[in-house]
């Protein structure tokens, strides 16, 4: 089963705009409300994959990964 996150959405005059509400810094803004969520859904995938090899490049020792169900 996937993830699932909120994205949190709303329309100003001619745009749409919303972010991802448990990934700081997963937002756009779009002219229509289906270009919007895939917008989002690319930028939290780019945000978690940045974030993830951000961590391995600081380790200094092995390590290893291991799955973690929530």
């Not at 996150?5 to 779009?30: C, L, M, R, S």
Request: glycine share 2%.
């Amino acid at each position: 089963m996937p993830n699932q996150y909120t994205a949190i959405i709303t329309k100003e005059d001619n745009w749409w705009i919303g972010w991802v509400e448990e990934i700081p810094g997963a937002n756009a803004q779009e002219r229509t409300k289906k270009e919007l969520l895939l917008s989002l859904k690319e930028a939290a995938k780019d945000i978690i994959e940045l974030r993830r090899q951000q961590s391995i490049n600081e380790i200094k020792t092995d390590y290893q990964e291991v799955s973690l169900a929530i």
